[in-house]
């Protein structure tokens, strides 16, 4: 028998100490290697986005890619990228940990805008409260000091 999932996943992370370094000049450059990431992985990107302190990825996992290490793959990988090409001169990587959030597909085209929107959402709402919300909406329990 094959193997079959259909698990929409939201995955954010942000900037070391939020440190709003991901300027917008070459974020796009930064969002193709990491579509390029996830395409060897055999992943489904429906969507890529962020702002200046996070990104927000939608996809679908290949069931031979565990989610943990998808991430640390991408966190490896676009950290030695920004270094090399001198994205964004004030880059120092990215937080530890990240948030992995799952939708059903009747959910998708709604997230999919969601992360298109981020730069609008974001001129209303900071990265914790975002996250904030993302935690509890999916019942998630956490302690603030790890924020």
Not at 42 to 66: A, F, M, N, R, W
Not at 105 to 133: C, G, M, P, W
């Amino acid at each position: 028998m094959s193997t079959y999932t259909q698990i929409v996943y939201q995955i954010v992370f942000g900037t070391k100490n939020r440190e709003r370094t991901l300027l917008k000049a070459n974020r796009d450059e930064l969002f193709k290697y990491i579509t390029g990431i996830l395409e060897n992985k055999k992943c489904h990107l429906y969507q890529i986005g962020g702002v200046e302190d996070h990104i927000h990825i939608v996809t679908h996992l290949h069931p031979s890619v565990s989610l943990s290490s998808l991430v640390k793959d991408i966190k490896l990988a676009s950290n030695e990228f920004i270094k090399q090409k001198n994205l964004f001169q004030n880059f120092n990587g990215w937080q530890e940990g990240y948030g992995a959030f799952t939708y059903t597909t009747k959910e998708l085209d709604q997230l999919i805008e969601y992360v298109k929107n981020q730069e609008a959402h974001h001129k209303v709402k900071s990265f914790r409260e975002e996250y904030l919300e993302f935690l509890t909406e999916h019942n998630i329990k956490f302690d603030e000091k790890y924020l």
